[in-house]
């Protein structure tokens, strides 16, 4: 094993070398990132020490080296398939969703984040560990033309969120042991793990920060996704999308009770989880009474730890003004409108879409409009 | 949908204590191996790592019992649980090896085997997730 751990010594000694040169490179080129790059080569150097360590190791004929291997792998996989590739592919697309997200992300609370890098390339993820402050989103590329599913980003932010302020799954975590001991079903919490838990706050903060839009958002992805939407499922980081459903409608602030684009997607929704039935698994682990504690939970963490994070609660407009596009309309306003028109009145989405992007344009893309 | 969001969430939370219990273990073992001097280790190390042990593997041994344990145990206990030694073991051992830490002289040979086992479920949850990163 030691003469295996001795060529990767010498192995890692090239990578990293070439993620040094890579940054280097990245910040003369996109000087916009040096807060990202900052963070990324304190990570390189800590990686770098590591490297080291291990070479004395190895030196010393100690077979624990080995076990330094998955920590050092744990920054290399991060830098070279997601950190290099976004930076060094990062185009026009890219840093407009980039320019909107920086100023979406003060709205909700996210004060920390100084810096984010967009890789428009496949479905949504977020990488915060390297630096919460400097995020990796990865997301369609279609948001560089269209909305759809945009709220989406606001589920982003949520896992940014957990990982600048993790005693929130703490907090989730003691009110799930708690119900299943109160039941004697102490098996049970096993299914809600750290990932489940903070997806479902991901779900809730989404639609606290973002309103309707994340609802409907939520239930169009359930329908699409055309799986049991009470299957639950160890293999699926994801709770069940009747579960997810569910702490969206219950996060919405109450204003939206009789909201039409609420109702319309309620009933889809409704229709969908007719055609399957609820098992005793489901009625165990997703409860309505587990659910409820876990989304008043979410909240107050979000009211008590994110003073900033505004709880979305504009009325959407009636069908005359709907389309009325103003100056201080912020992505939520645009979002929730949006959702509204597709979802009422699909006819005039397209034309609707087009003139929003023209705005947007030009406040996040000003080399376009020169 | 964010499936390595969560992943990367959750190497976030796993990468410290792996790291600490790592470079603790390493230290423990260098001091009876011998070769902690090559190392440029000293007694304020091995101290500091008997106590980063001890940090672990004491929650770890009251998780096992505990109806509500903290949320990082769940995934170690699961995996104690499907592993093939007895959870009768694991209590008996944590129980001996957290004694040891406690004390000034090095842990013995048997109380290393039983970090390197700790070290193992730590490490095998921890591989998994990047795995999962690695694969997409």
């Known amino acids: ?370 | 949908m964010s499936t390595l969001s969560s992943i990367d969430g959750k190497l976030a939370r796993e990468k410290p204590r792996l790291l600490k219990f790592t470079l603790a273990l390493i230290a423990l073992g260098a001091q009876v191996g011998g070769y902690a001097t090559k190392l440029g280790l000293q007694q304020k190390d091995f101290e500091k790592g008997r106590k980063t042990l001890f940090d672990v593997v004491v929650p770890l041994r009251e998780a096992l019992d505990q109806e509500c344990p903290q949320i990082d145990f769940w995934p170690l206990v699961r995996r104690m649980k499907k592993g093939k030694k007895s959870m009768e073991d694991w209590r008996k051992d944590l129980d001996m090896v957290a004694t040891q830490l406690q004390l000034k002289e090095p842990v013995t040979d048997e109380g290393l085997s039983i970090l390197d086992e700790v070290h193992r479920v730590l490490e095998a949850e921890f591989s998994q997730d990047l795995r999962r990163l690695r694969n997409r």
């Open chain 1, 1 to 370: 094993m030691l003469e295996y751990i001795k060529a990767k010594v010498a192995d890692y000694a090239v990578i990293l070398s070439w993620i040094e040169q890579e940054l280097q490179d990245i910040e003369t080129r996109c000087p916009e990132h040096h807060p990202l790059i900052v963070h990324l080569q304190s990570e390189l150097v800590d990686t770098k020490g590591l490297h080291d360590y291990l070479k004395e190791l190895v030196e010393a004929s100690d077979n624990r080296a080995i076990s330094l291997i998955p920590v050092l792998e744990s920054f290399i996989v991060l830098a070279t398939a997601y950190y290099l590739p976004a930076l060094q592919k990062e185009g026009e697309a890219d840093r407009f969703l980039r320019r909107l997200l920086l100023s979406v992300a003060k709205q909700c609370g996210l004060n920390w984040v100084e810096d984010i890098v967009v890789h428009l390339d496949g479905e949504h993820e977020t990488f915060s560990r390297l630096s919460v402050e400097t995020p990796l989103i990865l997301a369609p590329p279609q948001h560089a033309v269209s909305l759809s599913d945009m709220p989406g980003l606001y589920h982003e932010f949520g896992h940014n969120v957990l990982r600048k302020l993790p005693g929130i799954v703490d907090v989730l975590g003691i009110a799930v042991s708690e119900h299943f001991a109160k039941l004697r079903k102490g098996d049970s919490l096993e299914y809600w793990e750290i990932g489940r838990l903070g997806e479902l706050f991901c779900d809730i903060f989404a639609t606290f920060v973002c309103g309707p839009a994340h609802y409907v958002s939520c239930i169009d992805m359930g329908i699409r996704s055309d799986c049991d939407p009470f299957l639950v499922d160890d293999g699926d980081a994801h709770p069940p999308f009747s579960a997810r459903v569910y702490v969206c409608c219950k996060s919405l602030n109450i204003i939206y009770g009789n909201e039409p684009v609420v109702a319309m997607a309620r009933d889809a929704w409704e229709s969908c989880e007719g055609t399957r039935d609820r098992d005793e698994v489901f009625e165990l682990v997703c409860s309505e009474a587990l659910l409820d504690c876990l989304v008043d939970a979410s909240l107050r963490c979000i009211q008590e730890l994110l003073p900033n994070a505004k709880y979305y609660s504009t009325p959407l407009p009636r069908d005359e003004e709907l389309e009325h596009i103003t100056e201080e309309m912020s992505l939520e306003d645009m979002l929730n409108r949006g959702a509204k028109i597709l979802f009422m009145y699909p006819e005039r989405y397209a034309g609707w879409e087009e003139k929003i992007f023209k705005r947007l344009n030009s406040i996040y893309r000003p080399d376009l409009s020169v």
